[in-house]
């Protein structure tokens, strides 16, 4: 199978998930990335706005700002992302491929204590990734090697083995329902 065709199988079945199953599971896998050292350490956290049932970061985004980290969000211009702050009085808009994006002017400078949480269509066991094909992560993580990452998906988005390439960049953890992949 090609990627695009794992790609799709994947997103069909995730698509699938009851909403409030997804829900339920995302709190759970929200509660293990929380309970991390690498979130623990991070002061800038970098989340993303859920959509098609990706794993709900709505508990993680809430014990961020009670932490205290700085919370951030990704915006799409063109074909590149940044991270632009995020907090309870930002004004979400409609950005790139109908993902709400935060109305702010304040840019992530990304350094050492800087951890993002990647979404992500499928994984391997050996935490190689599949993206959504824009390879927008892929791009700011090459451009950015010193933040730490953390994808977040559901079992069934995880095979023993995918096809990648030589520009597809890996996270250093996994953390599924089941289990954490480091």
Known sequence: MTKKDIRESVLFLRNSLDKKEAEYISRGICQDVIELDVYEK????????????????????ETSFKEGK???????IDKHMEFYSYDTNTKLINGAFGIMEPDSEKQLVPNENTLIIMPGAVYSENKERIGYGGGYYDRYLSEHPECHTVAV??????????????????PEIIVTEERIIK
């Open 153 to 170: 998906c559901y079992e069934l988005q995880i095979f023993p083995d995918i096809p990648t390439e030589a520009y597809d960049i890996k």
């Open 42 to 61: 991070a002061t800038d956290i970098c989340l993303y706005m859920s959509i098609n049932n990706e794993v709900y970061l709505d508990s993680l985004i």
């Open 70 to 76: 700085h919370v951030w969000l990704p915006r799409v």
